[in-house]
C-alpha cells in the first residue's frame, strides 16, 4: 500500500484553523503528516489546544505528525506544556 503525506504550511495567524482544516485531512494521510511551521515566531494557549487536539486525532488514526522549521521559542513551550513529545521535528 502507497503512503502518501499531507504537507501543510502554518501561517502565524492562523494556526488553529490550519490545523483543524489539517484535521479533515488526516483520513488521507496514510503516514505522516508534514506540518511546516517556520512562520510562526510565537504560539499562543488556542494554538496550543488545537496542537493538542491534532495530536491526539493523528494517534487515533496512526499517523506521525512532523513539524518541520520550528523556531526555538515556539519548541521551548511545547516542551514546557509537554507536547513536544507527541511530535517529530526536522529543520
Known amino acids: 500500500m ?18 483543524q482544516e489539517a484535521g479533515d485531512k488526516l483520513d488521507s ?3 505522516e503528516v508534514v506540518l511546516d ?9 488556542s494554538a ?3 496542537m493538542e487536539a491534532f495530536a491526539g486525532m493523528a494517534d487515533n488514526k496512526g499517523v ?17 506544556v509537554k507536547l513536544a513529545s507527541r511530535f517529530s521535528f526536522v529543520s
Open 48 to 50: 496550543l489546544k488545537a
Open 64 to 80: 506521525k505528525v512532523v513539524l518541520r522549521g520550528v523556531h526555538v521559542g515556539v519548541y521551548r513551550v511545547l516542551k514546557l
Open 37 to 45: 511551521f517556520s512562520a510562526v515566531l510565537r504560539i499562543d494557549a
Open 2 to 19: 502507497a503512503m502518501f503525506a499531507v504537507c501543510l504550511k502554518i501561517d502565524e495567524e492562523r494556526v488553529v484553523q490550519v490545523l
Open 29 to 31: 494521510a496514510e503516514g
